[in-house]
């Protein structure tokens, strides 16, 4: 319990740092592989806001349900992905979602990350 309150507590620092996205869990699992857990969440990046410069400790896949947005990722060309496509960021990969369009981007994002760890962690 105390792992998971750390996690959350984590998330939760790196939305008040960027009021424009909201992360809410929908299910948090272990998995087969040992140390790992799979996080399902519901994304949302208000227009003309971003996620901010972050890592994970593990994969994010995520899908458009809603929206535009460009998907930044460190040492990789500028990705842009609409409504019914998906991206994946590798684990430890600084990057950054941004939503220059004019209505929310709503994501279902799946986070395979080490137990224990936080969820997200602002990056330079």
Known sequence: ?????????????????NPGIKRTIVQKKDISVPGREAVVAKVEIAP???????TH?????????????????????PLHVKTGEAFQIPAGAKHDAQNKGTVPVQLAAVYVVEKGKPLATPAP
């Not at 400790?57 to 060309?77: F, R």
């Open 48 to 54: 003309g806001s971003s996620a901010g410069r972050h």
């Open 1 to 17: 319990m105390k792992i998971l309150a750390l996690s959350l507590a984590a998330a939760a620092l790196l939305c008040a740092q």
């Open 57 to 77: 400790a593990g994969e994010e896949i995520s899908y458009v349900m809603a929206g535009e947005l460009e998907v930044l990722v460190e040492g990789e060309p």
